[in-house]
């Protein structure tokens, strides 16, 4: 790792947003729900991400849609980027309409050689306060910078899923589902709508579901099985979810844990998580 890279481990930057009942309607509206979160309300785990969003103008853009490294986020030389993991403590309900303040912190960053080339795996420490100054939510955050997939190598094998589960829903994506959740992120990843830059670039089968989306329908299918919201919720990608295809969220319970996971339609191990209540 050079020194500048490793100068980012450190950095720091300060948010303040107001959680307004619109973004979480609409979201229930992408999920297919009546739209019917209001302030005071309880916003359901992981729709944090619905705010505090930046928008940089289009002429400090990368080639993905994404903003260009060196601002926050160290520059890795590294062009692809995708959100690996996460790791997240919920200390106290964040209440929509109430104003809610967040800091975000470099905590690591570690190279690493894999199957497919070079990997530079960014860990970002993202805590959320409540106006009196309690802290919420405490989110690590996992990306991974990773190279162009080289066309002739051919592709990993993926683990398999689970074949039993107390808990399975089947998830039919769009390009509209694809869509709402790009504007209501404001994720400008080109993976998500352009369907030749996600083949020809990138080396997806097609159009690419979120994993925060993935990851969103997991900790839910959770929290409605286990009839109240979590204390811990973590996950990691494993295999992406490309092409349209329909997949399935599933789980099983053992006392107050959970142990879940998103099968592919080939049976693939596409995403791993696990919740404590």
Same mark, same amino acid.
């Given at each position: 790792?050079?020194?500048?890279?490793?100068?980012?481990?450190? #950095?720091?930057?300060?948010?303040?947003?107001?959680?307004?009942?619109?973004? /979480?309607?609409?979201?229930? /509206?992408?999920?297919?729900?009546?739209?019917? $979160?209001?302030?005071?309300?309880? $916003?359901?785990?992981?729709?944090?991400?619905?705010?505090? $969003?930046?928008?940089?103008?289009?002429?400090?853009l990368g080639r993905d849609g994404h903003p260009q490294k060196g601002g926050f986020l160290p520059p890795v030389a590294l062009p692809r980027r995708m959100w690996a993991g996460g790791r997240f403590i919920f200390h106290r309900p964040l209440r929509i309409g109430g104003t809610t303040s967040k800091t975000s912190t470099i905590k690591n960053i570690v190279e690493k050689s894999g199957r497919t080339g070079d990997l530079c795996f960014v860990t970002v420490l993202h805590e959320l306060f409540l106006e009196d100054g309690t802290l919420a939510l405490s989110e690590e955050h996992d990306i991974v910078y990773r190279e162009d997939p080289d066309p002739d190598a051919p592709s990993p094998t993926p683990a398999m899923a689970p074949e039993t589960?107390?808990?399975?829903?089947?998830?039919?994506?769009?390009?509209?589902?694809?869509? #709402?959740?790009?504007? $209501?992120?404001?994720?400008?990843?080109?993976i998500h709508y352009d369907v030749d830059y996600a083949r020809q670039v990138e080396g997806y089968d097609g159009l690419v579901f979120h994993g925060p989306l993935t990851a969103t329908l997991l900790v839910d299918l959770a929290a409605r099985t286990m009839g109240r919201a979590p204390k811990t919720f973590?996950?990691?990608g494993l295999a992406p979810l490309a092409g349209m295809q329909s997949f399935h969220i599933e789980g099983n319970s053992s006392g107050d844990d959970m142990t879940l996971w998103a099968r592919r339609h080939d049976g693939a191990l596409a995403m791993k998580a696990s919740a404590t209540f």
């Open positions: 790792m050079t020194d500048a890279i490793e100068s980012w481990i450190g #950095r720091s930057e300060g948010y303040t947003d107001i959680l307004r009942s619109e973004p /979480a309607r609409f979201m229930q /509206a992408t999920l297919g729900r009546e739209a019917s $979160l209001m302030d005071g309300d309880d $916003l359901p785990p992981l729709w944090h991400w619905l705010y505090f $969003l930046e928008a940089k103008p289009l002429g400090e589960a107390e808990v399975s829903e089947q998830i039919t994506p769009s390009q509209v589902m694809l869509f #709402r959740y790009s504007a $209501l992120t404001f994720n400008g990843h080109r973590e996950f990691r």
